[in-house]
């Protein structure tokens, strides 16, 4: 979700951050109340795992794990396993930019942890639309080839 073209919107309340994305609608909630992961043998792993987070001063530290094996981490299409574990670092790098320092520890799949840094520009000119692979053909040229301008 993280690494998605399309628009993510962020909802913080007591006790969670919810992050809503345009492209499939996909949510992420990160828990903020205090609780734990679920053990392993409780977990369900999904498409976005289970987050954890806590805040120290401005930075929002989050923690996931209980992702599906099957899915890929960003566009690059690097693999992960049931086993990787992220820890993010949210934070406003400079005024309305979101920097999120993401550590990789996946020790089933790569010899030792490994970071990537993405950044996201606040736009509230936009606001997310419904986005359905099947029906929505807003990002296409008249020529049919994919456009994201």
Same mark, same amino acid.
């Given at each position: 979700?993280?690494?998605?073209?399309?628009?993510?919107?962020?909802? /913080? @309340?007591? =006790?969670?951050?919810?992050?809503?994305?345009?492209?499939?609608?996909? #949510?992420?909630?990160?828990? &903020?109340?205090? !609780?734990?992961?679920?053990?392993?043998?409780?977990?369900?792993?999904?498409?976005?795992?289970?987050?954890?987070?806590?805040?120290?001063?401005?930075?929002?530290?989050?923690?996931?794990? /209980? @992702?599906? =094996?099957?899915?890929?981490?960003?566009?690059?299409?690097?693999?992960? #396993?049931?086993?990787?574990? &992220?820890?993010? !670092?949210?934070?406003?790098?400079?005024?309305?930019?979101?920097?999120?320092?993401?550590?990789?520890?996946?020790?089933?799949?790569?010899?030792?942890?490994?970071?990537?840094?993405?950044?996201?520009?606040?736009?509230?000119?936009?606001?997310?639309?419904?986005?359905?692979?099947?029906?929505?053909?807003?990002?296409?040229?008249?020529?049919?080839?994919?456009?994201?301008?």
């Amino acid at each position: 979700m993280m690494g998605a073209t399309y628009g993510l919107e962020i909802l /913080q @309340t007591p =006790g969670q951050v919810t992050m809503t994305s345009e492209y499939q609608a996909e #949510s992420r909630r990160i828990w &903020l109340d205090g !609780r734990k992961h679920p053990s392993d043998d409780e977990a369900l792993p999904t498409y976005a795992g289970h987050s954890i987070g806590h805040w120290e001063g401005d930075v929002l530290v989050v923690d996931t794990v /209980q @992702t599906r =094996g099957d899915i890929v981490i960003d566009a690059t299409r690097l693999p992960q #396993s049931l086993g990787m574990h &992220l820890t993010e !670092r949210f934070s406003e790098s400079r005024p309305g930019i979101l920097e999120d320092d993401i550590t990789v520890d996946d020790p089933m799949v790569y010899e030792k942890p490994w970071s990537m840094t993405k950044r996201y520009r606040y736009r509230p000119d936009l606001n997310l639309e419904e986005y359905v692979c099947e029906d929505n053909n807003r990002n296409v040229s008249p020529t049919g080839a994919p456009s994201f301008k």
